[in-house]
C-alpha cells in the first residue's frame, strides 16, 4: 500500500536538503514543526512551485512547465500527469482542510488530510492513514503561527517535531504554479459530486495556461481560478460505458453552470468572496476528454473561453 506521507515527505527531501537551490527558507516553530516558506517571506520561484505541486499530490504526479496554445494564452501552460488520480489528486492535492484558528486562515491540503481523515470525501474513497509523519500545503499570505502548527499536529495524531508544512500564498510564482496545477484534481471533485464511480478512472493528464503573478491574492485566485475554468484541459482514461460517458460528460466542464463566462473575480464579488455560496458545478475544467479503456471510445466536452482569460490575466 502507497503511504501518501512518506511519499510527500521523500518529495521534500531536496527542499529541506537545498533551501538556497530553491529561494525557500526552511526553519522550525517553537515547538518543532517544520516549516518551508515557498513564497511568503522568501520569494520561491519556478522550481520550488515545481515541487510544491508535487508534493501536494504526494508524490505521485509529475508537474512541468510547457508551452502554451497560442489560440489561448502565449505564456507558458502548467502540465499535470497521474498515472494514481484518485489517491494523488482526491486524497492528497484536493484543498479540503480549512484551517482557521486565532486569526489564521489557511487552505490546507497535501497527504496530511488523509491522516487527519475527518473529511466525507476521504471517506467516500476509503482512504485513511496513520503516519509516523505528515506533510502539508497551506495556501495563504502568512507561516501558521505555533499554537495553530501544534493544532495541525494534534488533528494528525502525530508529534509537532513530525509534521512539515509548506507554505505559499497565491500572489507567488510557487502559489500561482501549485494551484494551476489542480486541472485532473477539479475535474475528478466534479466527477464525485456527480456520482461518478472515481476507482474507474486509471489516469490524468491536465494542462492550464500559466497567469501573471498578481499583486495581491484576490486578483491572484481570481487568475488562477480562470485558467483552470477558461482554459483547462484535461483527459482521463476511464473504464466504463459509453452511453454512460455520454449522458455525464457535458455536466462535467465548467460550462455546465450557470455561472460559467464571467471573470472569477466578478463571480466571486457577487457572492461576498464566499466560495461556498458559488454554484459548485463551476470548479472544473473548461474542456474534458474521456478516453474509455473498455471500448477505445473517446468523448470530448466542454469548451474555452481566451477572451475572458486575456481579461483576468490583463486585470
Known sequence: MMLLNELALERCRLLIESPESFAIGVSRTESGVRILDCGVQFRGGIEAGLALAEVCMAGLGRVELTSAQPEIWEGPSVQTVTDHPVAACMA??????????????AMGSGPMRAARGREDLLQHIG???NP???????ESNRTPPDSVCQQIAADCGVAADRVTLLVAPTSSLAGNIQVVARTVETCLH????????????????GIAPLPPVAAEDLVGIG??????LYGGRVTLW???????????????PSCASPDFGAPFAEIFQRYEHDFYKIDPLLFSPAQVTLINLNTGGSH????????????????
Open 92 to 105: 492528497s492535492q484536493y484543498a479540503g482542510w480549512q484551517i482557521a484558528a486565532e486569526g489564521y486562515f
Open 127 to 129: 482512504i485513511k492513514e
Open 132 to 138: 509516523g509523519e505528515v506533510v502539508g500545503v497551506l
Open 190 to 205: 466534479k466527477m464525485h459530486e456527480l456520482g461518478f464511480d472515481l476507482s474507474q478512472v486509471v489516469s490524468g493528464y
Open 223 to 228: 487568475r488562477t481560478n480562470d485558467a483552470v
Open 238 to 252: 476511464v473504464r466504463g460505458d459509453d452511453d454512460h460517458l455520454q449522458q455525464l460528460g457535458p455536466r462535467i
Open 300 to 315: 470530448r466536452f466542454g469548451q474555452w473561453m481566451p477572451d475572458v482569460l486575456r481579461q483576468s490575466f490583463a486585470g
